[in-house]
């Protein structure tokens, strides 16, 4: 069940913070991390440090001070820079990384704790 001052703000209003979480923030984070970082890491240490780095930089933009979440957003990190590693491209980064922020969402909006 919804908190009482939901009911008054106007129909349709979970739909805009949703597009941004589910949407515009996964690709934002994506081609921060995966596209203008890179380079300067890949220039100042080998491909796996700079993996290790930009998967630490994804658990850190969460700014998580539980160390399970931070582990979780770290091995998240890890996947996102091995899909991107094997398959040259954001694409897949960036819709993995929405699926995963919309599934989420979908959880907390359906199942409110």
């Known amino acids: 069940m919804m908190p009482d ?3 008054f703000l106007p129909a349709g209003w979970l739909a805009y ?6 949407l515009a923030v ?13 380079g300067s890491y890949e220039s100042i240490m080998s491909r796996n440090e700079a993996l290790v780095c930009k998967a630490l930089a994804l658990a850190l933009v969460h700014d998580t001070v539980v160390p399970l979440s931070l ?3 770290f ?3 890890l996947i996102l820079c091995v899909i ?5 491209s954001l694409i897949p980064c ?3 990384h929405v699926d995963r922020n919309t599934l ?10």
């Open 75 to 77: 091995v998240q990190g």
């Open 84 to 88: 991107r590693r094997k398959t040259g």
């Open 5 to 7: 001052m939901v009911r």
């Open 71 to 73: 582990f979780r957003f």
């Open 26 to 38: 996964p690709i934002a984070e994506e081609l921060f991390i995966r596209r203008l970082l890179p």
């Open 104 to 113: 989420l969402c979908l959880l907390a909006v359906l199942h409110p704790r």
């Open 17 to 22: 913070p949703l597009l941004i979480i589910c």
């Open 94 to 96: 960036m819709a993995y």
